[in-house]
């Protein structure tokens, strides 16, 4: 499980580098992971099999190398009034034990080790801790630091201090990660009473059936009546005897797992679930409904006055006519070469391709309508707790190209808006009163001159007068009346080139609006996607992990058990990824 538990640190560590890579997840969040502890009892050691790591911790002055050297039955650990300033470690060790390299956080230089040769006591390594409340802070750190590598933690307190110890309150978050012994030493100074108490308050703290072992380790001295230092002993040889070192470093391990499906959890919320992403789906649509209609709604009149300057400044649209406004259209597209005009100079007017309509149309304030849709949504994401960079990172670019992309759009619309002017019903009447202009006259014409032709005939014959001017007057009204009709028809149904424009640059703003919301909507599925992607890495390791906790076994030896905080033993499966 060892190897395992490296394996799942590795995954859950490309993990977060993956989320904080993309922006999901800050230096803030991958700080937990950072902080999780990485080695071991296994790591001081060259050979996989073992002694029982066991440590005595406490506060200063309660005895810990006082019951180290008794064990020893030699004074192998510093005593009296050297302890406040000393920053070393104790190892005490039976000498057929290799030790391998101890890791930089554990610093050789600060370390002593001491070997014996008792074979009875070959399954146990025992080391003295430097005070936990020493004035010398840096031995507060060396304790904390040798913490992660130790299996059973001996607390020894004294009876006047067990109550306000401050290297209790520093270690009781540990609980759940060792074994743990517990010794009110000098218990010749105080009452047997205190005992009984400060179970109960270890049992308040946890521990359901704390191990308490009252001691005295007076130098020189006979031992007090209460003295039960033989039941330390026993009890370091039980939890060897029931295959404490792999039951503990059982416990250990649980505890790292528990705390990296934490780490996973609290990131993993970061990416939001489906309900958060589908709030936020949500939000963007109304927010770009409302910002789209208020661009509209703010661009109305600048429509207007376009579409009047557009009819009012070029010489063809003035002119009136499909072909006029076909010229119009070439130069307002920026196709005219300025060959048109005869002037080699393009025609004065708007160019839509131009920075002056851009400006004109597209201002500031529609700009900011569709960042406050961004803004918003900005704001909807850190409410639900979702990381917004990398949704705003997919979202801005969209925003800033909003004007390209309108302007974009008015160039085409509004010049095949300007080309093809009019409805379609209209072109056709167009084409027919045009042609009608032309053939009309010319049939009223033909139809003269026939009658002229036979008029003359007759008149030579003497069958009837010559033709006169009432012929003359009545030819001339049918050439007019020929020609007079179609031109009223095309003057009544020739589209209004400022309402050609208008409708043209209406068109284009909505097709550049609806571009940009298409644009926003897949850049917002891209996030999405990404998200979902990291979020699905988080539930697979989530469900190994807790997998792995799932599996209990037969559970800790009977005689761990009272060794053990409350909660251990059973470990239920942590529940899934918060939703």
């Not at 640190?9 to 502890?37: C, I, K, M, N, T």
């Not at 759940?176 to 047997?192: A, K, Q, S």
């Not at 946890?206 to 009546?225: E, K, L, Q, R």
């Not at 030896?557 to 470990?571: E, F, I, M, Q």
């Amino acid at each position: 499980m060892a190897d395992r538990l490296t394996t799942l640190r590795e995954q859950v560590s490309g993990w977060l580098a993956r989320g904080h890579a993309a922006g999901w997840l800050s230096d803030a969040d991958l700080a937990p992971f950072h902080a999780l502890e990485r080695g071991g009892p296994v790591d001081l050691f060259v050979a996989e099999a073992r002694p029982l790591v066991v440590a005595f911790f406490g506060g200063t002055g309660v005895g810990k190398s006082s019951l180290l050297n008794r064990l020893a039955r030699e004074a192998v650990a510093r005593v009296g009034v050297e302890r406040p300033t000393s920053h070393e470690v104790t190892l005490y060790l039976h000498h057929s034990i290799a030790l391998a390299t101890l890791p930089d956080s554990l610093p050789m230089g600060r370390v002593r080790v001491e070997r014996h040769h008792d074979d009875h006591r070959r399954d146990v390594l025992w080391i003295d801790m430097p005070d936990i409340d020493s004035t010398a802070t840096e031995n507060r750190d060396l304790v904390l630091a040798w913490l992660p590598y130790i299996d059973l933690v001996i607390y020894v307190v004294s009876p006047e201090r067990y109550r306000d110890d401050p290297g209790w309150r520093v270690l009781r978050n540990r609980g759940h990660r060792h074994g743990w012994l517990f010794v009110m030493n000098r218990c010749d100074e105080g009452d047997p009473r205190q005992v009984d108490d400060f179970a109960a308050e270890l049992r308040a703290a946890g521990f359901t059936m704390p191990v308490v072992v009252a001691t005295s380790c007076v130098p020189d001295g006979a031992p007090a009546v209460n003295d039960r230092f033989d039941a330390l002993e026993e009890t370091v040889g039980a939890v060897v005897d029931a295959h404490g070192v792999h039951e503990l470093a059982e416990v250990g391990r649980r505890a790292r797992l528990r705390e990296l499906h934490g780490v996973v959890a609290t990131a993993g919320r970061r990416l939001g679930d489906a309900a958060a992403w589908a709030a936020l789906r949500s939000d963007l649509t109304r927010a770009w409904r409302a910002g789209r209609d208020g661009v509209v709604n703010g661009l109305a009149w600048p429509i207007q006055e376009i579409a009047v300057r557009i009819a009012l400044r070029h010489p063809e649209v003035r002119r009136g006519g499909a072909g006029g406004l076909v010229q119009a259209a070439r130069r307002l597209v920026g196709r005219g070469d300025g060959a048109e005009t005869g002037s080699g100079a393009p025609a004065e007017g708007i160019n839509v391709g131009s920075p002056h309509l851009a400006d004109t149309l597209w201002d500031g304030a529609a700009q900011a309508q569709i960042d406050r849709v961004v803004d918003g949504l900005e704001v909807a994401a850190r409410q639900a707790g979702v990381a917004a960079l990398p949704l705003l990172a997919r979202l801005r670019p969209v925003v800033d190209a909003a004007p390209d992309t309108v302007v974009h759009h008015l160039r085409q619309v509004l010049g095949r808006a300007l080309a093809r002017p009019g409805t379609l019903v209209q072109r056709l009447a167009l084409r027919v009163a045009r042609l009608a202009m032309g053939v009309l006259p010319l049939a009223a014409l033909a139809r003269i001159a026939y009658d002229v032709v036979m008029g003359y005939g007759r008149g030579l014959t003497g069958e009837t007068p010559f033709l006169g001017i009432d012929f003359a007057v009545h030819g001339l009204l049918l050439v007019a009346t020929a020609w007079l009709i179609p031109f009223v028809l095309q003057r009544l149904l020739r589209p209004d080139p400022r309402e050609t424009a208008r409708r043209g640059l209406r068109a284009g703003l909505d097709a550049g609006l609806d571009q940009v919301g298409r644009d926003l909507d897949a850049a917002f599925d891209r996030a999405a996607e990404e998200g979902d992607g990291l979020v699905a890495m988080a539930d697979h390791l989530s469900a190994e992990i807790a997998a792995r906790l799932a599996r209990r076994g037969a559970g800790p030896h009977a005689a761990l058990l009272p060794l053990l905080a409350a909660g251990v033993p059973g470990d239920d499966q942590p529940p899934p990824r918060p939703k």
